[in-house]
């Protein structure tokens, strides 16, 4: 069997995989009887080690729980089961004109329950939110083998205290998710991407707020690339074309979406003029089919390369309030060359909403020393500034320290004392959020 991402995602060596709330609630009443902990799996596609596990510990899997309960186009919601993919719930909800509103790279392997747990963001995060605004009820297994059921399908409801977000992005650390309310949106009729090859941070941001405006469409997407990372990406592809200057040290990757293709790639060339008049050594293209379209996105998404140059890479995942992004990679590539001048990340990222994502070009985990360098320099001054050391992937095992360090102590220690009442014998995915 596969461990994903990590692995020490099998290390306990015992899998159950139940088919059935009732089930998972079977499995957690017979382990905490004996006092065995439960670490819960997905598509183990996390990188912060949250779903790793060790003798003496039952992983519970949701492969089995992957039913598409219910699709009401009318609600424009889906019932669906921990263990179905984010790309099986996309491929359903087209059948129906719809989406679920959010995408990532992991569509094919990450699950609703993990990316539930993890508070999955994705490309579309700046618009539609992450898995907490796209939620409206869910199931989940307590720590004592009780069910907690509110699978509300409506968006209004002001009836006490709404519990769903104790358990998004709690890691599994405080109950077992295994169904889930998510609203749909309408799937837009066409879309149109460019690739834009852009001087500095300041005309990405000018572009994506151009796109923001425009009066054609909608902005589904823009992804940065800084230099480095489309160079590798461009060269693993065998990619190249003629209108775009790769010497240009960032790149944006921009989407709309809307009723008529040829009408946003109008409103595309519109930008893109309108670009040039304050930046004009911009180069771009804008993707004339559906084929260039999917390969400009791999350009993108294909994050894999990196790992195999690199494996094992050491990547970090941080969120900048978008006024400080330019601030913040200055002072970063400041710091890192003083640290090593051979450390160079790959950076790329969700810029709208200010997700970045710097991998390094290192083979295996940093030695202790240089990966607390490298983390002084990624996380100085985020919190005040307010930004987030984990934007998206989590906490899990890997994030533990840096959670410490930089949260405020009074969210601490109230996140303990949830985590004793829910799950006094921590029994649930125990070592993950909690040192």
Known sequence: MDPGWHPANLGA???VSPRSTAEVADVVRVAARHGVPIVPHGGRTGLVGGGISRPGEIILSSARLNRVERLDAVERVAVVEAGVTLEALQVAAAERGLEPGIDLAARGTATIGGMTSTNAGGIMAFRNGVMRHRILGLEAVMADGSIYSDLTRVVKNAAGYDLKHLFIGAEGTLGIVTRVAIKLDPLPKATATALLGLPSIAALQ???????????????????????????????????????????????????????????????????????????????????????????????????????????????????????????????????????????????GHLADGNLHLVFNHAGPFAEGIAAKVEAALYHGLGQCGGSFSAEHGVGSKRIHSLVQTADPVKLASMRAIKELLDPANLFNPGKLFS
């Not at 469409?217 to 065998?238: N, P, V």
């Not at 775009?244 to 946003?264: I, K, M, R």
């Open 206 to 348: 000018a572009a994506i707020d151009l796109a923001l405006r425009s009066d054609v469409g909608q902005l589904r997407a823009a992804e940065a690339l800084w230099q480095g990372y489309l160079h590798l990406t461009s060269k693993a592809l065998g990619w190249s074309e003629a209108g775009v200057d790769l010497a240009q040290p960032v790149f944006l990757l921009l989407g709309l979406s809307g009723s008529d293709t040829s009408a946003l790639q109008a409103a595309l060339e519109r930008i893109f003029e309108e670009l040039a008049e304050a930046f004009p050594d911009i180069t771009g293209i804008i993707a004339t089919s559906v084929a260039q379209e999917r390969m400009l996105w791999r350009l993108r998404e294909d994050t894999d390369i990196i790992y195999r140059a690199y494996p094992a890479a050491p990547s970090y995942d941080v969120s900048v309030p978008l006024s400080e992004i330019e601030a913040y990679v200055d002072r970063v590539t400041r710091e890192l060359a003083a640290i090593d001048p051979g450390l160079k990340p790959f950076v790329f």
């Open 13 to 15: 060596g015992v899998i």
